[in-house]
Protein backbone atom coordinates (compact mmCIF):
# COMPACT_ATOMS: atom_id res chain seq x y z
CA UNK A 1 0.00 0.00 0.00
CA UNK A 2 1.85 3.03 -0.66
CA UNK A 3 0.78 7.03 -0.58
CA UNK A 4 1.98 10.01 -2.26
CA UNK A 5 5.02 11.92 -0.82
CA UNK A 6 4.17 15.66 -0.34
CA UNK A 7 6.05 18.27 -2.44
CA UNK A 8 9.01 18.92 -0.46
CA UNK A 9 9.87 14.95 -0.06
CA UNK A 10 9.35 14.45 -3.78
CA UNK A 11 11.92 17.36 -4.40
CA UNK A 12 14.13 16.28 -2.00
CA UNK A 13 14.26 12.24 -2.70
CA UNK A 14 13.16 12.60 -6.37
CA UNK A 15 10.73 9.91 -5.59
CA UNK A 16 6.89 10.23 -6.24
CA UNK A 17 5.39 7.36 -3.53
CA UNK A 18 6.72 5.18 -1.52
CA UNK A 19 4.94 2.35 1.20
CA UNK A 20 3.28 3.25 4.01
CA UNK A 21 4.59 1.98 7.17
CA UNK A 22 4.05 2.66 10.71
CA UNK A 23 5.63 5.89 12.21
CA UNK A 24 5.76 7.80 9.55
CA UNK A 25 3.40 10.59 9.72
CA UNK A 26 0.90 11.51 7.02
CA UNK A 27 -1.97 14.28 6.12
CA UNK A 28 -5.09 13.01 5.41
CA UNK A 29 -5.95 14.85 1.64
CA UNK A 30 -9.86 13.72 1.31
CA UNK A 31 -12.70 12.98 3.10
CA UNK A 32 -14.57 13.88 6.26
CA UNK A 33 -11.41 13.99 7.58
CA UNK A 34 -9.21 16.20 5.57
CA UNK A 35 -6.63 18.42 6.52
CA UNK A 36 -5.78 16.04 9.92
CA UNK A 37 -2.29 15.17 10.24
CA UNK A 38 -0.75 12.37 12.39
CA UNK A 39 1.34 9.22 12.84
CA UNK A 40 0.73 6.11 11.66
CA UNK A 41 -0.06 3.88 14.45
CA UNK A 42 -0.97 0.29 12.45
CA UNK A 43 -1.00 -0.66 8.73
CA UNK A 44 -3.72 -3.26 8.08
CA UNK A 45 -2.94 -5.31 4.98
CA UNK A 46 -5.85 -7.15 4.87
CA UNK A 47 -8.33 -4.49 4.63
CA UNK A 48 -5.87 -2.12 2.89
CA UNK A 49 -6.16 0.79 4.91
CA UNK A 50 -4.17 2.66 7.76
CA UNK A 51 -4.74 3.55 11.11
CA UNK A 52 -3.75 7.20 11.80
CA UNK A 53 -3.23 8.13 15.80
CA UNK A 54 -5.46 10.67 16.14
CA UNK A 55 -8.45 9.40 14.24
CA UNK A 56 -10.91 7.51 16.89
CA UNK A 57 -14.60 7.57 17.52
CA UNK A 58 -15.73 6.13 20.52
CA UNK A 59 -18.09 3.35 20.98
CA UNK A 60 -21.42 3.37 22.94
CA UNK A 61 -20.11 2.17 26.06
CA UNK A 62 -17.24 4.52 25.75
CA UNK A 63 -14.26 1.97 24.32
CA UNK A 64 -11.95 4.05 21.91
CA UNK A 65 -11.94 2.42 18.18
CA UNK A 66 -9.38 3.45 15.41
CA UNK A 67 -11.08 4.76 12.41
CA UNK A 68 -9.72 3.34 9.13
CA UNK A 69 -8.32 4.96 6.33
CA UNK A 70 -7.30 4.45 2.40
CA UNK A 71 -3.85 4.79 1.77
CA UNK A 72 -4.25 6.42 -1.31
CA UNK A 73 -6.10 9.20 0.11
CA UNK A 74 -2.87 10.16 2.76
CA UNK A 75 0.07 11.82 1.81
CA UNK A 76 3.48 11.20 3.88
CA UNK A 77 4.56 14.17 5.01
CA UNK A 78 7.39 12.72 7.10
CA UNK A 79 9.51 9.34 6.51
CA UNK A 80 10.70 7.10 9.07
CA UNK A 81 13.85 6.13 7.34
CA UNK A 82 16.00 2.97 8.09
CA UNK A 83 18.95 1.56 5.84
CA UNK A 84 16.46 -0.62 3.76
CA UNK A 85 14.14 2.56 3.32
CA UNK A 86 16.97 4.72 2.37
CA UNK A 87 18.04 1.70 -0.57
CA UNK A 88 14.70 1.73 -1.64
CA UNK A 89 14.69 5.52 -2.28
CA UNK A 90 17.80 5.44 -4.17
CA UNK A 91 16.44 2.47 -6.17
CA UNK A 92 13.53 4.61 -7.13
CA UNK A 93 15.02 7.90 -7.43
CA UNK A 94 17.73 6.26 -10.48
CA UNK A 95 14.71 4.83 -12.40
CA UNK A 96 13.18 7.83 -12.58
CA UNK A 97 16.39 9.79 -13.83
Known amino acids: MSATLSK???K?????????R??????ILTGNHKGTKGKVTTVYRKKWCIH???LVRNK????PVNLPVKANQCA???LKLDKDRND???RKAQTVS
Open 88 to 90: LLK
Open 12 to 20: KYNVRSMPV
Open 60 to 63: LNGQ
Open 76 to 78: IIK
Open 8 to 10: DLR
Open 52 to 54: VEK
Open 22 to 27: KDDEVI
